[in-house]
């Protein structure tokens, strides 16, 4: 991250229209109300349009439409929200990687690791893993026996990934997300308590994929647990064994998929969505937050369950109560329609 | 933590009317049915004030209405809850900061320590940070570059916080969290997939503040994410980027506050309350249990929704599948009504 | 793990009934679908039944009233998803504990190691720890002052185990748990804001317990939070303090009991299912996903609350606004009925 940057090169970056002075320098992101001198700020949602009127950013991402009502510099352009992201990077204030290896690392002589790999104290890299050129595995984690890292990965700290876990190009994984840990598969014993079934399955995970924090992806029992490319996972998300994620499936936090189910491609889970096991959803479909799926979705689209409207909690007693004699009331209705045609 | 205290010390410090035996041997707490001799037991809630007929405690704390019912050592206050809070802390049987530093652990020589912190093994403190006098960081946790703690906190281990966080005095986190990872934030892009937004904004987190296990706290997408003083946050809780949490708010276990959502003060969120992005609540608001929030409440108060009475699985079904024919039923129930009138 | 074994030797083991060659070698174990020469398949799930027709495998485990339906190698048993469950453990292909202490580890000269004790890198064991032989501690978790770990213990890496919990024997605890933090307790000071009660309790684990991944067991406020024998925990799920969990009780993700209550033996909580605070379950009750217990359960069977039908959006859009409508429609389902009796 340099200090500034023109807004002609950014312009230039974006492929956008610049209206105003391209050798303004541009120091940091902003949001429109924020913003001051030196900030770039974006209008995406045009309910915020009327914030451009006292907006003091040194320049604004928009579209079009929108760019008349804005007289400072400009950078018009197709999709304001993408150009944003695009030119966020621009701006990122994280540490830049070591590309060096920490002396406190304990990395297997059979572990092979690609050019330009950095390694954080106290990293733990077991016999047979491969790293691919550019990754970085930060402080304290555990990267286990024959896993393999693609290329251009960030691994943040404490960080546990289990053994012959397979991991594509340019993956995100955030802190406390574990990677390959046993599939919750028991079978009943007769005789009382339970038989642990030994997970032997392993986890396949495609290119472009971001894992928040404190989430989990189990091993599968026998075949692999699979995820697509370009999914992205928030926090606290749960991944169960043998569950297969399609490609570009976005899950919010809490959301779950359940023991061999499937998510289509381009899904969207809300929080709290989860999916029970072996259920099978196609692609496209969006599930409201807190929904449960208890039966396979053959057809796109949004879909939801359980979630009433909020209410004080006198009115929902009242309501909630009623719930409990829902069949009640149906049969009731029913019989009075009957007397009614009678 | 003594062996023992006297109860004459302790009426002292709590300032406590001393019914009994100042010289009374306190030597640990204990509920008022499992308390022995030396143990110190308290009653808050009434309910179980017919246990004080047969409790064998040293001594009880209790208000004064219930005092009479007790026969041995009293401690007679005005808050007998908030007495016991306070006494607890003599009972404390976690080991003591160590006020050295762990030689494994990895600290660069840019990081500014306090007096007397506590810097335990493998932890690893990056560039630039600051921690304030009093301090601990327990084993393997990561202090990310040019983050701020304040004095007398209590870092746990295997915590990880990224680089960028700003943390007041006295917090306490619980291991297994995470504070700054990046924000849930990527652009559709129009060809497929996702374009990731750089989380260029903070975390900023007051005084006084607690933080459970495995939770989670995303830093701010361009500006940042903010928790008040004295907010207590249970395990698996997630707020996410831009979230605004006011002080003295409560968050039970997964509680969850959603991308540029707004919690006023004195807030209390029951287990799995969830709060979508862009709402904004008012001070004290009460949320039930697996509430969630999908518009702005500004009158202080309880709410709740989604959740029905507790039935068996039989009852349920019956009911649930009335809840599909709802709106059917009303319409129904109306056109009875018409006919009725007519 | 071997790389193969006879398919006699496994009969032997599982006391089945060996139909076919026994000198047959089984390198692995594959499911129905996916079996080829050299693996073990199991049918234990009729509705598969028909896969066995077309099945590749070496050799299938099945019932006796199955056993017709495959032509090729056969192990005969009674209960073929448990003798999967005690087969798979041949098939482990998880490292081999070491048996060795990592010269990174810290271990407290106070703390005692049985035989064959496996410490992974940058483990950290304080002063008093006990560890029973033949466990496995794996890098970078952490066991607190004076815990107790019994025999053939399996501890992932990245767990964290504060100080004072008892853990019984082959207990095996995923990446990302915390066991031990402090319970979520507070009392609100009249002045305002929280004051920390000291959680001077501690947590004690039965024998053959597993804990997933990123789960969290509070310890006691006073007394102590206390899991039976074989009980079963799978990733997110939350034990709050002075929770009792009866033996053999299955907990999936997200699965939770609040502070105090208590489950009874052979308990199944789906997935999300939460027990609030002070509630008692008696044995053998089942909660469907999602379910909240808000009362004393006292009759074993199974429970449900809150979830409805799945359906698309705009549908539930209309039945969710019915509910807020519930109680009032009752009240004119009522009046109708009174009219029609008159």
Redesign the interface.
């Known amino acids: 991250m340099q200090d500034s940057y023109s807004l002609k090169d950014i312009a230039l970056f974006l492929d956008a229209e610049l209206w105003g002075d391209g050798c303004a320098q541009i120091t940091?992101?902003?949001?429109l109300k924020?913003a001051k001198a030196g900030d770039l700020a974006f209008l995406s949602n045009s309910k915020y349009a009327s914030q451009l009127q006292h907006c003091h950013a040194e320049a604004v991402i928009l579209e079009a439409d929108q760019a008349q009502q804005f007289a400072g510099n400009r950078l018009v352009v197709d999709?304001a929200?993408?150009s944003?992201?695009?030119i966020?990077?621009w701006?990122?204030?994280?540490?830049e990687p070591s590309q060096t290896i920490?002396p406190?690392a304990?990395i297997d002589p059979t572990a092979s690791l690609g050019e330009a790999v950095s390694v954080?104290?106290?990293v733990?890299i077991?016999?047979g893993v491969q790293i691919g050129s550019g990754s970085t595995i930060?402080?304290?984690s555990?990267i286990?026996?024959r896993s393999l890292l693609g290329e251009d990965c960030s691994i943040?700290?404490?960080?546990?990934i289990?053994?012959?876990v397979r991991i594509g190009h340019r993956a995100?994984v955030?802190?406390?997300?574990?990677i390959g840990?046993?599939g919750?598969?028991?079978?009943?014993?007769?005789q009382?308590?339970?038989?642990?079934?030994?997970q032997?399955g392993a986890v396949v995970i495609g290119d472009?994929v971001?894992i928040?924090?404190?989430?989990?992806i189990?091993r599968g029992a026998?075949?692999d647990t699979i995820i697509g490319?370009?999914v992205?996972i928030?926090?606290?998300v749960?991944i169960?064994h043998n569950a297969v994620v399609g490609?570009?499936t976005?899950m919010?936090?809490?959301a779950?998929v359940?023991g061999s189910a499937t998510l289509g491609k381009n899904c969207v889970l809300a929080?709290?969505a989860?999916v029970?096991g072996h259920v099978t959803l196609c692609d496209n479909v969006?599930l409201?937050?807190?929904?449960?799926?208890?039966?396979d979705?053959s057809q796109s689209?949004?879909?939801?369950?359980?979630?009433?409207?909020?209410?004080?909690?006198?009115?929902?007693?009242?309501?909630?109560?009623?719930?409990?004699?829902?069949?009640d009331?149906?049969l009731?209705?029913k019989k009075?329609?009957n007397?009614?045609k009678n």
Chains 1, 2, 3 share one sequence.
Not at 91 to 95: G, R
Not at 174 to 178: A, D, F, L, P, Y
Not at 192 to 198: E, M, R, V
Not at 212 to 216: E, H, M
């Open positions: 940091g992101l902003a949001t924020s999709n929200y993408l944003y992201a695009k966020s990077s701006f990122d204030n994280a540490p920490h406190s304990t954080g104290a106290n733990v077991e016999a930060k402080a304290n555990v286990g026996a943040e700290s404490n960080v546990s289990y053994h012959d995100v955030h802190s406390g997300s574990v840990a046993d919750f598969g028991f079978a009943p014993d007769p009382g308590g339970w038989h642990k079934i030994s032997v472009d971001e928040g924090a404190c989430s989990t189990d026998i075949d490319n370009a992205i928030d926090n606290h749960q169960a490609d570009n976005a919010a936090a809490y779950a359940a929080g709290g989860h029970v969006q409201m937050a807190h929904t449960l799926v208890t039966k979705i689209g949004s879909y939801a369950s359980s979630v009433t409207p909020l209410m004080t909690t006198p009115q929902w007693r009242k309501h909630s109560v009623r719930f409990g004699q829902l069949n009331m149906a009731r209705l009075l329609e007397t009614e």
